[in-house]
Every structure is written in structure tokens, then in C-alpha cells.
């Protein structure tokens, strides 16, 4: 179960505020680690940033303190709607500065959007203050970022390079219609192709295949709608994420479910075989280009899963 951020007390904003601080503190530091040999004066630049939001941490918890005593709830960021994941550090080793100034311009810059709609949220003043006021400090840290790329980055790498705020836009409201079009295409296939092969019937493969590419649209549409109401991460109206990821699932499924319109079972299949391949290739580029999984991997997990799925259809639908 998660809450709405409109939802929630002004000790719960703060609560979940110092969880916040302390995560991205983490983070820093795992960051600061990874550049330790390479980078050694960007290192100190975000072990500095570390220490700040430990700073920012303790202020928090004795405003705290101040209001609300000793005991302070534990409110996660998986808990609350509309906060953005972000993915471990230690699980995209080694570093680079171009990758590591994307995710802190993004990290920043939901703290700070974060902090900006807290002070609106709450009645008591110098909470107010100390929320805009790291709001401010979030801004600062945004800039030093950018200062990171304007030392490290090439003027062609630079000019690719779009600003924090588009960046967040196209990860996290373009991402919905990739997820949608990944889950899509892999999760059709053992209905399709089990009915395929239990029918040998061309016209009965292509109403099972339409009937799980449709039903997989509105399960992923639902999902992606009701899992952020966008009010932190800017995301945009649940209801436009949830259509659109809807749609791309359908999209998924039917790409392989149309060669059963023909009425030759062999060519058909074989067609929709060729189509399957050609998905599961598209999809490795894809979380390659926009989820920075390198293209071996992504390519091992969404081809290997995928060839099982689609053995698994036509196991199941000979037996």
C-alpha cells in the first residue's frame, strides 16, 4: 500500500524527508567511492555533496524533535506515491561522469521539487523556512553538477545532452510506454503460441493472441496508472501514462499476433517466429538507449526470457 503526498501529516512530510536526505547521502558517497581513482577532485566535489545532506538531514530531525518528539516514523520512498526509484550505484560500476551528472541533476532535482511542494504543504513557519531553504540548497547542488560536466564533458557530448528537466520528462514519461511495449511482447507469447500449436487453427491462435495482447493492455494500463499520481516527479496525469503504456502493451502483443490473420498454419507461424525475433532485439536496443542497460545484458535477459516463454508456449500447447 502506498499514500498520496497530499495525504500526508506535516511530521510524516518531515519524516519522510530525513529518509530522503539520508538515502541521497548514500548515494553520494557510493558515488565518491566510484570516482575516487579516476576522478579524484570530482570525488571530493560530491563527498562535500555527502556531507551536506547529512547536514540537511540533522536539521530536519531537530525541527523534529522540536514539535514532535523523539519517535520518528519510518516512511519510505517506495511508500509514498509518486517518488521516483533510483537504481544503486554499486550496480552500474564502473562510473562516468556523464552517467553519474545525469543521475544527480535528476536526484537534485526531485529534492528540490520535493522540498518546493512540502513548504506549500505545511502551516507551521520555520518548517516552512527550513523547507525552502533546502530547496535552495538542492538548486546549488543542481548547478554543481552541471559545473561537473562543463570540466569533464566534450562540447559534442555537451550539446546531445538535454536539460534535467527534459531528461526526467522522457525517463519517466516516455518510460511507461517502453515498459508497456517490453511486457508486451514478452508476455503474449506462451498464450499465442500454446494456442498455436494445442489448434494448428490459424484463426484461433490470432483470437488468443488479440484476447492476451488486449487483456495484458489494460492490466499494464491500470498498473502504470494507479502506481504515481506525478504530483512530485512531474510525470504528468496518471490517466495519459496508464493509456498510453496500455497501448504500447497491445502494440507488443499484436506485432506477432497478426501473421495468424493468414490462413497457412506453416507460414504463419513461421512468420510470427521471424516477427518474435526481430521484437526481442528491438527490445535489448531499447533498455539499452533509454535504461542504460548495456545491450549484452539487456540483450541475454530479454532474449533468453523470451525464447523461454516462447518454448514454453509451444511445449505446452503440443502436450
Known amino acids: 500500500m502506498t499514500r498520496s503526498f497530499k495525504d500526508l501529516t506535516e511530521p510524516e512530510i518531515l519524516a519522510l524527508a530525513m529518509t530522503l536526505e539520508e538515502e541521497d547521502a548514500r548515494i553520494y558517497g557510493d558515488i565518491a567511492d566510484g570516482l575516487a581513482a579516476d576522478f579524484p577532485a570530482s570525488a571530493r566535489l560530491f563527498a562535500a555533496m555527502q556531507a551536506e545532506e547529512v547536514e540537511h538531514r540533522r536539521r530536519l530531525a531537530d525541527q523534529y524533535r522540536a514539535h514532535f518528539g523523539e519517535h520518528v516514523p519510518l516512511i519510505r520512498r517506495q511508500d509514498v506515491k509518486g517518488l521516483v526509484q533510483h537504481r544503486p550505484v554499486w550496480l552500474v560500476r564502473p562510473l562516468g561522469i556523464e552517467a553519474v551528472r545525469r543521475l544527480a541533476s535528476t536526484m537534485e532535482l526531485e529534492t528540490r521539487r520535493f522540498y518546493e511542494r512540502s513548504a506549500a504543504a505545511v502551516s507551521n513557519v520555520p518548517t516552512r523556512e527550513l523547507l525552502l531553504d533546502l530547496a535552495a540548497a538542492e538548486q546549488r547542488h543542481v548547478d554543481l553538477a552541471e559545473e561537473l560536466s562543463e570540466r569533464h564533458l566534450t562540447r559534442a557530448a555537451r550539446t546531445e545532452e538535454e536539460a534535467a528537466g527534459r531528461r526526467l520528462f522522457l525517463l519517466q514519461v516516455v518510460q511507461p510506454g517502453l515498459a508497456g511495449l517490453m511486457d508486451g511482447s514478452v508476455s503474449t507469447l506462451a498464450p499465442l503460441f500454446a494456442a498455436a500449436f494445442a489448434t494448428h487453427d490459424p484463426s484461433a491462435a490470432f483470437r488468443v493472441g488479440l484476447a492476451a495482447s488486449v487483456g495484458a493492455g489494460i492490466s499494464m494500463g491500470f498498473a502504470e496508472a494507479l502506481s504515481d499520481d506525478g504530483s512530485l516527479t512531474g510525470r504528468g496525469k496518471p490517466l495519459l501514462r496508464g493509456v498510453v503504456c496500455g497501448l504500447m502493451t497491445v502494440a507488443g502483443g499484436i506485432g506477432h499476433t497478426l501473421p495468424y490473420l493468414i490462413p497457412r ?31 549484452l545484458a539487456a540483450a541475454f535477459q530479454v532474449i533468453v526470457g523470451g525464447v523461454l516463454v516462447f518454448l514454453a508456449g509451444i511445449l505446452i500447447g503440443s502436450s
Open 265 to 295: 498454419f506453416g507460414t504463419a507461424t513461421a512468420l510470427a517466429a521471424a516477427i518474435v525475433a526481430v521484437e526481442l532485439v528491438a527490445i535489448s536496443a531499447v533498455r539499452n538507449r533509454y535504461m542504460d542497460t548495456p545491450f
